[in-house]
């Protein structure tokens, strides 16, 4: 059974940041792309950033310039780093490992407001 444990998420005024982070064994640490995505209620849900095994990383456009997702190779971790967070930022963010499968994790509340 495939665990991705998430933390980091809470309540941040707008202009502020937010470190998310994502656990997961070295077996798929190693091999996966790792990444996160956000769902908005009412909305789909949407790529926020990835990075592969070899730190490739993809991010949308929305967050170029205020997000970072980095991997920390000897903790099996992937985190996302959040500044000048801004209201339309507030989501569910999920971390994902994708490979052959697809893992997720249970999701972390982010809330940007004043």
């Known amino acids: 059974q495939v665990q991705l444990v998430e933390s980091g998420g809470g309540l941040v005024q707008p202009g502020g940041s937010l470190r998310l982070s994502c656990a997961t064994s070295a077996s798929i640490f190693s091999i996966y792309t790792m990444g996160w995505y956000r769902q908005a209620p009412g909305k789909q849900r949407e790529l926020v950033a990835t990075m592969t095994a070899g730190a490739i990383t993809n991010y949308a456009d929305s967050v170029k310039g205020r997000f970072t997702i980095s991997r920390d190779n000897t903790k099996n971790t992937v985190y996302l780093q959040m500044n000048n967070l801004k209201p339309e930022d507030t989501a569910v963010y999920y971390c994902?490992?994708?490979?052959?499968?697809?893992?997720w994790g249970q999701g972390t509340q982010v809330t940007v407001s004043s």
């Open positions: 994902n490992a994708r490979n052959i499968h697809s893992y």
